[in-house]
């Protein structure tokens, strides 16, 4: 079981339906949300604030991240995230993106980011789960 994920998403339902299903499926201990990428950056960034230079013990293992956002998507956030140090300070995090498109475009480019474990499409369901646990 994986003590803290973060999903990402703007839409209210999908981010219950997500906690729903983790928390059915005893996948983590907690699940926390952010709204868009830039609220999820900003939690981050809350992070090492409240830490300063100490080590991060708890953060997210795993983010559930959609692409289509308003404020900051899913690409702006994975670009900022991989390139402005946060990968190094939070390096066990984990990305799967969870969108409700199937373009093979979008697919090999999430693959081009070293945190990208996985691109599958919405709604998250108990199976895609229990798949999760043998890849993580």
């Known amino acids: 079981m994986r003590d803290l994920i973060l999903c990402v998403d703007d839409d209210p339902i999908t981010l219950m339906l997500c906690k729903m299903v983790i928390s059915r499926a005893s996948f983590a201990k907690e699940v926390i949300t952010a709204q868009n990428g830039e609220e999820a950056l900003n939690y981050f960034d809350e992070l090492k604030l409240n830490h ?23 690409w702006e956030f994975l670009d900022h995230f991989s390139k402005n140090g946060y990968a190094s300070i939070f390096r066990d995090c984990k990305v ?41």
């Open 96 to 136: 799967i993106v969870l969108s409700s498109t199937i373009d093979p475009d979008d697919i090999n480019k999430a693959k081009t980011y070293s945190m990208v474990l996985d691109f599958l499409s919405k709604p998250i369901t108990k199976q895609m789960l229990e798949d999760l646990k043998n890849i993580l």
């Open 52 to 74: 300063l230079g100490a080590e991060i013990k708890r953060y997210p293992e795993l983010i559930f991240l959609d692409l289509n956002m308003p404020v900051m998507g899913g």
